[in-house]
């Protein structure tokens, strides 16, 4: 088994759980957790900030870059390989790095891999990946499932939609009003509830709560080509109608005759969400529909960790 010293700048807590050091270890790698500055393989996250006194010198735009490249100099011989992986819409470019892993697409660069978050909460175990968790939702999501038609168990569960969210900061808050104007719309979350701390301690699972709705208002926390979360997959395996907010290009993962999307119908103020709701054979259009049409595989990516590991050990 080869050993690889490996740290994280700015990444979830939790990120040692994730597929990438999963796939490490699957791969016959022994990952030896360190401080940055003694890594072989550094992962730099979204939430790789900079110190703003110290950096006054430096102009605002250049301040991420040059912080990577003071406070996280290797006091090795070498410095780390350093791979750039975010679940947050920013661009994979954002930092300096060797690799990238993002949402973005159409990047032709071998140094970069479109991983969508989606995918990290995806059971790879027929691919012989095991050990990635989805906590919040209380379990992995199957692909059989997903590439099933939603069927008529939404139809069965009250005609209410649940929204889950930590903050109804725009368009959250409009999307909330649009839809609760058609439907009776549950929140749940830090910003319903303020005895909760924050999602990781809600006190319940999502795909339990959900289970309990026939829709889920389940928007994207942005709107950008690529950019595709658990959410609508999480929506669609609890047997809810997805209802989300996302760009068209969302094709690109999921069936988009599986869900409503509620951006194209912003410019009208979402007016024709009452008629998709009131048909009952739009209805049962959205039951007969797979969210996945075409089954994604991990091994691809497996292929791009190895090769960022073998970089990295070399």
Known sequence: MRSLRISTAG??????HGL????AQSLGYKLNWVKPNESDL????????QDDKKMRWCPKPLRSSV??????????????????HSAENLRHDIFPADYSISYDLNIHSPAHFRLPYWMEVIDWSHEGIVGNQNPR????????????????RFLDKPKAAAFLSSHIREPRKTLFEAVHKVMPTNGFGAH???NIKDHHHSGFLKYELLKDFGFNLCPENGMYPGYYTEKIPEA?????????????????????????????????????LYEFLSSPKALQGYASQALILKA???LPFRDFVKRILEDASS
């Open 11 to 16: 990444c979830p807590s939790d990120y040692s």
């Open 20 to 23: 990438l050091p999963i796939i």
């Open 42 to 49: 550094l992962i730099l996250g979204p939430f790789l900030k």
């Open 67 to 84: 912080k990577v490249a003071l406070d996280l100099l290797p006091s090795r011989s070498h410095a780390p390989l350093r791979v750039f």
């Open 137 to 152: 939702y209380g379990q992995l999501l199957q692909l059989e499932r997903l590439m099933q038609p939603l069927g008529n």
């Open 192 to 194: 319903f509830n303020k």
């Open 236 to 272: 669609f395996f609890a047997d809810c109608l997805p209802i989300t907010w996302t760009d068209e290009n969302v094709k690109v993962d999921f069936n988009p005759d599986a869900f409503i999307n509620l951006a194209p119908m912003s410019w009208c103020g979402y007016s024709p």
């Open 296 to 298: 994604p595989s991990i």
